[in-house]
């Protein structure tokens, strides 16, 4: 809540966080014997979410910040890495991202979807988790885009709400690129538990599981969205 509120506390806080994130790297790289070592960098994704209108926007009143955030992870890698290929030059060292980002333009809520479509009903007005739906429920949706069919007739149902979901759209503009089977995408002893439906929505379009709202399109909480393929 304060990240959204504030975003000038929001950055200070992201600056706090890189010197003591640096030292228990240094102090575990010291202390223990490792082979992998790994140093994960959460402010990143932090900032991207709550200011990539002010990344993206050169007049916004915290550009600058942001990208003096930036400067200032870049240096923490660069400390980093510098020392490891003192002490390791002949190990392997990776930088890498689990994912992109992009604007976000509007939240669609699965769920409301689904129940506006038929496939979803509450046993209560709280909301408060999955045990607040109905038993004739068919389907329910959980982040990001994973959808669970829970009717007998599960073959008929995927077609169909696949087929009904990817004809969505925001004011003329198709919200998804795909609606995946789970036989598409997944494989291995444990893919019968992954979610039958995968939904890949369009950039700008944030897809939620949560239960609360009843309109499926709703103005985005964060500027930022992650992004699989940036």
């Avoid at 169909?160 to 759209?169: F, K, N, S, V």
């Avoid at 609606?179 to 002893?189: K, L, N, S």
């Avoid at 949560?210 to 309109?215: F, I, M, P, R, S």
Wanted: include cysteine; aromatic fraction near 8%; proline fraction near 3%.
């Amino acid at each position: 809540r304060r990240a959204r509120e504030d975003k000038e506390a929001l950055i200070e806080d992201l600056h706090a966080s890189l010197e003591p994130r640096e030292e228990a790297a240094l102090y575990y790289w010291r202390a223990e014997e490792w082979d992998i070592l790994q140093v994960v960098i959460t402010g990143t994704d932090r900032l991207q979410h709550f200011l990539w209108d002010a990344l993206e926007e050169v007049d916004h009143p915290l550009h600058q910040r942001v990208l003096d955030y930036y400067h200032a992870v870049d240096s923490m890698v660069g400390r980093l890495v510098a020392r490891f290929r003192d002490a390791h030059g002949g190990g392997a060292l990776f930088l890498l991202s689990d994912h992109g980002f992009t604007r976000c333009h509007r939240e669609v809520r699965l769920n409301a979807w689904l129940r506006e479509h038929g496939y979803l009903a509450f046993r209560d007005t709280q909301r408060a988790s999955l045990e607040s739906l109905q038993d004739s429920t068919l389907a329910f949706a959980l982040d990001p885009g994973r959808i669970y069919v829970c009717g007998r007739e599960r073959d008929a149902l995927c077609v169909r709400i696949a087929a009904e979901l990817g004809r969505l759209t925001f004011e003329g503009k198709p919200v998804l690129r795909a609606v995946h089977r789970r036989e598409e995408i997944y494989e291995g002893p444990e893919a019968a538990r992954g979610p039958d439906l995968v939904a890949q929505a369009h950039d700008g379009f944030d897809l939620k599981g949560t239960l609360k709202g009843d309109e499926v399109f709703a103005a985005p909480s964060m500027s930022g969205m992650h992004n699989p393929e940036a």
